[in-house]
């Protein structure tokens, strides 16, 4: 899995470049009245209109492969990071895991607090006198 996001990330880079490269040796529509009066554009490889369409075209593909790596990268990218559970899952498991555990048995101070009869502690019974015997 690693190698083919390391191959599609060296495919979006050289891509870039190409289609940076390509786009610099376009000539702009400007271009194109200097062209008619004789300034060397017939007499190139591709002919006076076959540079413009070549470029173009290879351009095209350059954007082409270009956008293809970078949806690929983002399916990889999303694919590796779906296994892990998302963010929903990472939110919710510290409280899934604090409801879980049961409470740890009291230490120190609150723990010696003397117990009554009764089984409650002495610090849970309420204080109020009890009631005064009727005559």
């Known amino acids: 899995m690693q190698i ?6 060296v495919v979006q880079i050289l891509s870039a470049l190409v289609m940076i ?5 376009q000539h702009g529509k400007g271009a194109d009245m200097g062209a008619s009066f004789g300034s060397g554009a017939s007499g190139s490889l591709f002919g006076a209109t076959g540079s413009a ?3 173009s075209r290879s ?3 350059a954007a082409t492969l270009f956008f293809a790596a970078t949806l690929m990268m983002a399916y990889f990218g999303n694919r590796a ?3 892990d559970g998302g963010l929903m899952d990472k939110l919710a498991a510290p409280a899934a895991v604090a409801s879980a555990v049961a409470p740890a048995k ?5 723990s010696q607090i003397p117990t009554v009869p009764g089984g409650a502690t002495a ?7 009890a009631p005064a015997a009727s005559k």
Request: aromatic share 4%; hydrophobic share 55%; glycine share 6%.
């Open 53 to 55: 369409n070549f470029l």
């Open 59 to 61: 351009t095209a593909v």
């Open 81 to 83: 990071n779906s296994g």
């Open 123 to 129: 610090a849970s019974k309420p204080a109020v006198p």
């Open 4 to 9: 083919l996001m390391t191959l599609t990330l």
């Open 21 to 25: 490269v390509l786009v610099l040796m």
């Open 106 to 110: 009291a230490t120190g101070p609150i």
